[in-house]
Nanobody
Framework: QLQLVESGGGLVQPGGSLTLSCTASGYTFADYAIAWFRQAPGKQREALSLISSSGGSSYYMNSVKGRFTMSRDNAKNTAYLQMNSLKPEDTAVYYC????????????????????WGQGTQVTVSS
């Protein structure tokens, strides 16, 4: 079974940056599409960004487009979310998710699309 572990969360001031990592073990990471989700208190979990299994295609929600960049290093079994210009409204628990799929990911925005989830990492943006 694929296991995912997020890291890199923490407290950052508005306008600051963080890079989250999602490290996988258990199966061939390169066979999996990856997504980053977040869930703020009292809100539903929402998808932020998607990346194809090869890393050749990535997509972003409008709320983070231009500020967040998703990437992956299949040799290191790790996906990343570089977050810049952070805002207080970015405060949430951030999750990575994976699905065994090598096709186009452009429509894979729903939670139900992904079978594997990490435990989450807290990101707090506050002065």
């Amino acid at each position: 079974q694929l296991q995912l572990v997020e890291s890199g969360g923490g407290l950052v001031q508005p306008g600051g940056s963080l890079t989250l990592s999602c490290t996988a073990s258990g199966y061939t990471f390169a066979d999996y599409a990856i997504a980053w989700f977040r869930q703020a208190p009292g809100k539903q979990r929402e998808a932020l960004s998607l990346i194809s299994s090869s890393g050749g295609s990535s997509y972003y929600m409008n709320s983070v487009k231009g500020r967040f960049t998703m990437s992956r290093d299949n040799a290191k079994n790790t996906a990343y979310l570089q977050m810049n210009s952070l805002k207080p409204e970015d405060t949430a628990v951030y999750y990575c998710a994976a699905e065994h799929y090598q096709g186009t990911v452009i429509s894979m925005w729903g939670r139900d699309e992904y079978d594997y989830w990490g435990q989450g990492t807290q990101v707090t943006v506050s002065s």
